[in-house]
């Protein structure tokens, strides 16, 4: 159980940990007025522009902070899902948290006897839906200070504000993960930076 926590959390933090932002003020959400319309006020990654127009992977393709995201989406096999319609919420967490693992982790669950390890790790970071700031923070005002929001991989995510400017993440085994950069806007849906691996 323990080397499936390990290669689980070794799986998104790499794959879709590379969405930390250029900039600190652009870490903050915009404000619950933000929408779609204003995507174009996309934070930079890795250094590079985040083009709304372009799909997720398209855009980790650009950034040179996305090399295990795009390696860990190929090995899983879903290219083609990230690069559909969706649209995804994708909770990233940093190349700072998945520094923090084992070594060697990564390379051992991109091997294809581990792949279902690895969808399952991926998939439990991606909601369904384009789940902004605002969206979020209205879902947990309605749920009376959590919302619970349901993994493409079948498990369950938990919402809760940290203050009226910052949002956490909770995953099935307790542990918090800070959302660092929000509403970073894709053609298909959006990334909101964490910094803690999520476990399903």
Do not use: W
């Not at 689980?8 to 250029?22: E, I, K, R």
């Not at 709304?52 to 980790?60: D, E, L, T």
């Not at 190929?74 to 649209?87: D, F, M, Q, R, S």
């Amino acid at each position: 159980m323990r080397m499936l926590k390990l290669f689980a959390a070794a799986a998104l933090a790499g794959s879709l940990g590379a969405c930390s932002a250029g900039m600190a003020a652009s870490s903050m959400p915009a404000g619950d007025g933000m929408a779609q319309g204003t995507a174009m006020m996309n934070p930079m990654v890795g250094g590079k522009a985040m083009m709304p127009s372009m799909n997720i992977v398209q855009n980790a393709l650009n950034s040179p902070d996305h090399t295990t995201l795009v390696a860990a989406v190929k090995a899983a096999g879903l290219v083609a899902t990230l690069e559909g319609p969706g649209p995804f919420t994708v909770f990233a967490p940093t190349n700072e948290a998945f520094a923090a693992l084992p070594a060697g982790t990564v390379p051992t669950l991109l091997q294809p006897a581990n792949k279902a390890k690895l969808v399952q790790v991926l998939t439990y970071h991606v909601v369904p839906g384009r789940l902004d700031f605002a969206a979020m923070k209205k879902l947990i005002m309605a749920g009376g200070g959590k919302a619970m929001l349901k993994t493409v991989e079948g498990g369950t995510l938990t919402i809760m504000m940290n203050g009226p400017r910052n949002i956490v993440v909770e995953d099935a085994h307790g542990d918090i993960a800070d959302i660092s950069t929000y509403d970073v806007y894709q053609s298909n849906g959006v990334i909101q930076v964490i910094d803690k691996v999520l476990l399903p």
